[in-house]
Nanobody, 129 residues
Framework: QVQLVESGGGSVQAGGSLRLSCAVSGITGSSYSMGWFRQAPGKEREGVAAIDADGNTSYIEFVKGRFTISKDNAKHTLYLEMNSLKPEDTAMYYC???????????????????????WGQGTQVTVSS
């Protein structure tokens, strides 16, 4: 089993920045893509960013140029740097490991499927205008 623990969420004003971290432990595999998805109250899960084993990344259009996903394999940690935050970014953010080996652009789409991911408890991000 994979355990993922997110941290770094908080409340910021529009235009502010946050850096989310995700500590990964348990049975993990560096071949599997990882990513971040978010879910706001009453809304569907939305894949935000993904990174594959080769370090390739993929983002949804709304966060391109503002968010950066990265990982430190030695520390078993996944990151999401979020800049120029907007109120529309308000949501619970979850770190996820895919249960399949796919490139980043496919992983981004798979993040919305609970049966294809392991995920943590989430960290809340609130952006006020």
């Amino acid at each position: 089993q994979v355990q993922l623990v997110e941290s770094g969420g908080g409340s910021v004003q529009a235009g502010g920045s946050l850096r989310l971290s995700c500590a990964v432990s348990g049975i993990t595999g560096s071949s599997y893509s990882m990513g971040w998805f978010r879910q706001a109250p009453g809304k569907e899960r939305e894949g935000v960013a993904a990174i594959d084993a080769d370090g390739n990344t993929s983002y949804i259009e709304f966060v391109k140029g503002r968010f950066t996903i990265s990982k430190d394999n030695a520390k078993h940690t996944l990151y999401l740097e979020m800049n120029s935050l907007k109120p529309e970014d308000t949501a619970m953010y979850y770190c996820a490991q895919l249960a399949v080996i796919v490139p980043a652009h496919q992983a981004l789409g798979y993040l919305i499927y609970p049966t294809m991911t392991f995920w943590g408890q989430g960290t809340q991000v609130t952006v006020s205008s």
